[in-house]
């Protein structure tokens, strides 16, 4: 036992070293742990004809669409509704607007009635409010179309007539005041979303190193707290789980807030203001929160932008003591379009171009007005003659009509002559002059009064919308001044494209409010064909359209042409069928299917059958394939009328089916500029640049490629992706209110809010956007390195790795001109003062190549790629966070402006351990390694001490047996000794040498 005790004593400090060993076993994390902790580490102004003016808005046009069912209950409610809103918006702006005049369009289809009134200058397709069925399934949620910029009106607020007329549907976005206004707010002001939305962060990193929740106002209190109202887990780096939220104390009080954030809350009343307004001391904007408001408008507060805007600005409209801030209603009836064509029959309108006039007018005849329609025409030249009173369009009368278009031109050009003739036809209608249409075609300079200028007052007086086509480089250009005051659109044709087929197509698509019934385009092509040759060409039918399929080919020679066309399935349609007719007196071929088209890959082959080279026109158009549904359609615009560089000129194209938004597919445009070039664009629906929403169906870029002043024309071609392309059901062409998930609804509701992914096969369309002019003399060259890389507003940073000492910052990589090329490089700022970055990118401290782990400020990466950039920062520790912003220089030495700011908290969140626990089950640990060691110790030293007494005794007994055993000279037993007490003793001999281990 003494030896035991000796042997424990020698050798404590290896048993203590053995057992604090396997404590750092135990405290120690597993690889994977490590890793997961690693882990975690200037724009136009809508077509809109409401103004503000004596604080009351007038002329705000509401519209009902055509497909809506007859309800008078739903006027009832629209009048109530915007009546609560009214007063609600009056008190929101501090008394400084409400409704004052209110018009609302009643569909054509719902029976007449005396309190209606003829419309005059309303129309849906610039309606401020339309109320329409959902498309597909994303119920009844109430949302504004706004693919504009911060500050720039939206295109329209979309409401439903359940939302209307059934409070339990409306009740789950708040009080129809407070949704309205918000709604107002992104339609009229520009502004944005101060709530989280879906894919962006619910919490954030504060500048004092705080996590806080994505709020306007850090007064509003709350909890985080999971969807399912659990406590919420926390990652290394201080932020929840993205399954986290912030729950609002809806009662609290010492708060009001933005009516953009989240509307139903009851204490929000009006707008968070960068100080302090009226009563509200808890209505402080908060600029560091990375919503889409601060992101957008670069950290300015909703009344900073109101503040900016016509309505407000320089003080006008100044808060007003009205007792009672009601609207007036007026009840308007919508009527058959009436359309007159003033044609330009001026000595530079002979040959090739007026052959194209007709064959694009006779199309619009035969093929896109629909019957009961109504079609007058005059033409000009020097003076002007009505060639045809407004004419009910029908089978009856489509033969009388064709016979009446100008076939000869010659003279002077007065386009004013053309105007002023074409509002006496549409006077001689029993509806009177407003809400009639005009489209203006001339490819020459005014030489002749009356003038534009002369006849511009009694336009604007009449309430028509007059759409124009410039043809050529010579038209006048003060033709875009009679659409831009009466709300129409602009076109350019080119002798060589086939923009008056595509304008006379779009222009009818405007008019159409119903879009079950709407004609899309799915080809469209221009091609000079050489003598006797042949030119071949495809394209898809897909499986959303397919009803009242045409091809119509114009030709430019007497001699003419022959067209096959080939089906899918093989089906021959060439001059022996039925459906082929051709009429020489315009140049026309048309090939009308009877059938619905077959789905696939459908062929064309043209002829020229003269003996030299003619210019033919292709134009394919469908309807959905089964009456009633929606197709795919794409529709383009401009931002800007007129450009001036550097104006941000941007072209938005929307592809929807009915309101739902296709995404993933391919948006490619072709841009027609004065000098005869084209330019080639790509548009993103990704949320970055000229987009400003991704996934909303809105595809967007900027165009800053010019080439001399005049105009430029634009042409949109839509292919689908076919794996990846998908009708978004269950999202909208835009942005909308937040729901209360506090709502608790009387009846069962279904929830239609969820988005869910239909792929769309394989289809194209096709579409013009109209034109714009570029006006000025030294900037529209394209000479000139005049824009800047874009603005980044995605920047991100993650938290301070602690331990490395380190921040991951990423960003999307904008271009040398806005988005297109490629920048030169980049300055990235770092500091700890939020505002002070804010307001002066210079105080930040710049960051270097030597302190950069990862990434290359001097070579960035092409537009729309992700930068990723590994800064090494100070190893402190503290309540504080790090702010980064970056600007980014092309190589002209144009800079960007300063990106959005984020932040990295330097705060350790990293979970501190629990001593007691670990403590206690190590120090347990510790003590039962230690004693499990002098145990194997003590047993061993037993053992021991029983083997030398058995030696002793072994030594006696062997003697006696070795001298019975014959001497042989080696250890071979011989046969009948007694092997076991001889091997016993060779063990033991064994154990008592020296290299024995125990």
Request: a negative charge; proline letters at 5%.
């Amino acid at each position: 036992m003494a030896s035991c005790i000796h042997f424990i004593s020698s050798n404590l400090p290896r048993i203590l070293l053995i057992g604090l060993y396997s404590f750092a076993i135990y405290l120690t994390p597993s690889s994977t742990a490590q890793s997961n902790d690693s882990g975690n580490s200037a724009q136009k102004d809508t077509r809109s004809l409401v103004t503000l003016q004596n604080n009351g808005y007038t002329n705000l046009v509401i519209a009902i669409n055509e497909r809506v069912p007859e309800d008078p209950n739903l006027i009832t409610r629209i009048k109530q509704i915007f009546e609560s809103t009214s007063k609600f918006l009056y008190k929101a702006t501090n008394q400084r607007a409400y409704f004052n005049d209110i018009r609302i369009i009643i569909p054509e289809s719902w029976s007449d009635s005396d309190t209606y009134q003829p419309i005059q200058n309303e129309r849906y397709d610039i309606s401020d409010v339309r109320i329409d069925l959902p498309s597909d399934n994303f119920g009844d949620l109430p949302y504004t179309n706004k693919p504009t910029p911060c500050g720039v009106p939206g295109l329209y607020i979309h409401l439903t007539p359940n939302y209307l007329t059934d409070d339990d549907i409306a009740g789950k976005f708040g009080d129809y005041d407070r949704v309205l206004v918000h709604e107002w707010g992104h339609y009229r002001w520009g502004v944005f979303d101060e709530y989280p939305l879906p894919g962006m962060s619910h919490f954030y990193a504060a500048s004092n190193g705080d996590i806080e929740a994505v709020r306007c106002v850090l007064a509003i209190p709350g909890v985080p707290a999971t969807e399912s109202g659990e406590a919420c887990r926390y990652n290394n780096n201080g932020l929840p789980d993205a399954n986290c939220r912030f729950v609002d104390d809806r009662f609290a009080d010492g708060y009001t807030g933005s009516l953009m954030y989240k509307q139903f809350l009851p204490r929000i009343t009006t707008f968070c203001e960068a100080d302090p307004i009226g009563p509200y001391v808890g209505n402080v904007h908060n600029r560091e929160a990375p919503n889409r408001q601060n992101i957008l408008c670069d950290g300015r507060s909703i009344w900073e932008v109101l503040l900016d805007h016509v309505d407000f600005k320089d003080n006008a409209n100044p808060p007003s003591d009205m007792e009672d801030p009601l609207p007036t209603f007026t009840l308007v009836k919508k009527y058959n379009t009436r359309l007159v064509l003033v044609l330009d029959m001026s000595g530079s309108m002979e040959g090739e171009r007026l052959r194209q006039l007709r064959q694009a007018a006779s199309n619009l005849i035969l093929n896109i007005l629909r019957d009961g329609e109504e079609l007058g025409i005059v033409s000009f030249s020097g003076g002007s003659r009505i060639l045809a009173y407004l004419t009910v369009v029908g089978d009856d009368t489509k033969d009388d009509l064709l016979n009446k278009l100008p076939s000869r031109a010659d003279g002077a050009t007065s386009i004013g002559a053309g105007v002023a003739r074409g509002l006496e036809v549409l006077k001689s209608s029993s509806n009177g002059v407003a809400g009639g249409r005009m489209l203006v075609i001339t490819d020459g300079d005014e030489n002749t009064a009356p003038y534009i200028a002369d006849i511009l007052n009694n336009v604007k007086a009449s309430g028509i919308r007059i759409d124009t086509i410039a043809i050529g480089t010579e038209a006048s250009q003060e033709l875009e001044v009679l659409a831009a005051v009466t709300g129409g659109t602009s076109y350019y044709h080119t002798n060589t494209s086939n923009t008056l087929n595509e304008a006379f197509g779009e222009l009818t698509r405007n008019s159409q409010d119903d879009s079950t019934k709407v004609t899309v385009d799915l080809y469209s092509k221009s091609v000079d064909i050489a003598p006797a040759a042949r030119y071949q060409d495809i394209f898809l039918v897909d499986s959303n359209i397919g009803r009242n399929t045409q091809f119509n080919f114009g030709y430019s020679l007497d001699e003419g042409v022959d067209v096959i066309v080939t089906s899918p399935s093989g089906s021959i349609i060439d001059k022996s069928s039925a459906e082929y007719s051709k009429d020489d007196r315009f140049g026309s071929l048309q090939i009308k299917l009877e059938e619905i088209a077959e789905v696939g890959e459908w062929k064309f082959e043209i002829e020229n059958l003269a003996s030299e080279e003619q210019l033919v026109t292709v134009t394919v158009q469908s309807q959905s394939r089964e009456e009633g549904d929606e197709p795919i359609v794409t529709n383009a615009r401009w931002g800007l009328d007129d450009v001036t560089p550097p104006d941000n000129q941007m072209l938005y194209v929307t592809v929807a089916k009915g309101y739902t938004p296709v995404i993933n597919t391919q948006v490619e445009a072709s841009v027609a500029m004065p000098s005869g070039d084209d330019v080639r664009l790509v548009l993103e629906d990704n949320g970055i640049g000229a987009d400003i929403t991704s996934n909303d169906g809105i595809y967007s870029t900027f165009f800053t490629e010019f080439g001399g002043i005049g105009r430029y024309s634009v042409q949109v071609n839509v292919q689908s992706d076919a794996s990846n392309t998908y009708i978004a059901s269950g999202s909208i062409v835009g942005i909308g209110a937040v729901v209360d998930p506090d709502f608790v609804s009387s009846k069962q509701v279904e929830d239609n809010t969820q988005t869910r992914h239909v792929s769309t096969g394989v289809f194209q369309r096709i579409t013009n956007g109209g034109s714009f002019t570029c006006n000025s003399q030294d900037d529209c060259t394209g000479t000139k390195d005049i824009y800047p890389p874009s603005r980044i507003t995605d920047l991100v940073a993650d938290s301070v790795h602690i331990g490395s000492f380190t921040v991951e910052i990423t960003f999307t990589a904008p271009g040398d001109d806005l988005t297109n090329g490629k920048a030169t490089y980049y300055e990235i700022r770092m500091g700890t003062n939020f505002t002070q970055l804010y307001e002066d990118f210079a105080a930040g401290d710049n960051i270097t190549e030597l302190h950069l782990v990862e990434g290359d400020l001097a070579t960035p990466k092409p537009s729309g790629s992700r930068e990723l950039f590994v800064i090494k920062v100070p190893e402190i520790i503290g309540d504080f966070s790090y702010v980064f912003a970056v600007v980014a220089f092309d190589d002209g030495g144009n800079q960007s402006p300063r990106s959005n700011l984020a932040t990295s908290t330097a705060r350790d969140y990293r979970k501190p351990v629990s001593y007691l626990l670990p403590v206690l089950v190590g120090v347990g640990l510790f003590v039962l390694v230690v004693l499990l060691i002098i145990c194997i110790v003590f047993i061993a030293c037993r053992r021991s001490k029983r083997t030398e007494e058995d030696v002793e005794r072994s030594k006696t007994k062997t003697k006696v047996v070795t001298t019975s055993l014959p001497d042989n000279g080696n250890d071979t037993p011989k046969p009948g000794v007694n092997v076991r007490m001889q091997v016993e003793f060779m063990e033991k001999q064994a154990f008592l040498q020296p290299d024995h281990a125990v």
